[in-house]
């Protein structure tokens, strides 16, 4: 596959720009079009003045609305914001939400957090809300004629992740590719899960616990698994679940085509 283009910014978690990969018909999707990242509550001027440059023209937020109400996003001068929330529940921790019994439960059994998140994908998948979000995000991107289209959650890799996987599929990318550049959210965080680990580590967290939180800080092949397996056992093929549980119709698949393929 061809390198994922990762954006210069310092004050914003795994930024990439989807442009470069192969999609229909050997058509290259186009650059400073679709824009993954994880949260932007603490983007720096810098930053900010980067991406308006970089031709922004709408943000959509994945998180719920506890997350987006404890961190909100920076309005950025002439930039549409969304919010299209994959949950309406807070399952970040934190934000108010109680985590003791989760907490507790990490540090006893070091596969917790795997099973969790194995969990949560399957849920994403099968969500009504999800779906309905999901279907909006694609309507937006689709509408889109000009300008950048950048969608978030809190570190980029989940939520955006499993987005990700949609959009470039309808847009012709191969599955492995797709897989590849899901799991290329691990490199991009390694120093993040390097400094909360030696944040635990100093708080006196045993190895089981700090085990699961390097899991919650990841991405695997089997969460991407867990998630083709959902669809495929419970909804026909994952072009069955674009069309039927997403709605998102052969018509609104070929505008994204038109709109994000090079010529």
Do not use: W
């Not at 937020?61 to 807070?90: I, M």
């Not at 089981?208 to 909804?235: E, P």
């Amino acid at each position: 596959m061809s390198q994922p283009v990762v954006l210069p910014l310092k004050s914003v978690r795994n930024p990439r720009d989807l442009g470069g990969y192969t999609g229909f018909n050997g058509r290259k999707i186009k650059a400073h079009r679709l824009l993954r990242s994880g949260n932007i509550s603490q983007i720096t001027a810098a930053d900010q003045q980067f991406l308006l440059d970089y031709g922004l023209t709408k943000i959509i937020d994945l998180r719920s609305p506890a997350e987006c109400k404890a961190n909100q996003d920076r309005d950025l001068p002439g930039v549409t914001h969304y919010e299209f929330p994959l949950s309406v529940e807070d399952n970040t921790g934190g934000h108010g939400l109680d985590m003791s019994k989760e907490f507790a439960k990490y540090r006893r059994d070091q596969y917790a957090g795997f099973d969790m998140m194995c969990r949560r994908y399957r849920e994403h998948i099968s969500n009504k809300q999800a779906q309905r979000s999901i279907h909006q995000i694609v309507s937006v991107v689709a509408e889109t004629a000009d300008g950048a289209v950048l969608y978030h959650c809190s570190e980029g890799k989940d939520r955006t992740g499993l987005v990700t996987v949609v959009l470039l599929y309808i847009l012709g990318v191969d599955l492995e590719v797709i897989r590849q550049d899901y799991l290329y959210s691990n490199y991009l965080l390694n120093n993040y899960r390097h400094v909360r680990d030696e944040k635990f580590k100093a708080a006196g967290e045993n190895d089981k616990f700090r085990a699961n939180m390097r899991i919650l800080g990841s991405v695997a092949n089997a969460f991407f698994d867990t998630s083709l397996i959902t669809i495929n056992d419970n909804f026909g093929g994952i072009d069955s679940y674009i069309s039927n549980q997403l709605d998102i119709n052969a018509e609104m698949q070929e505008m994204m085509r038109e709109k994000y393929l090079e010529d």
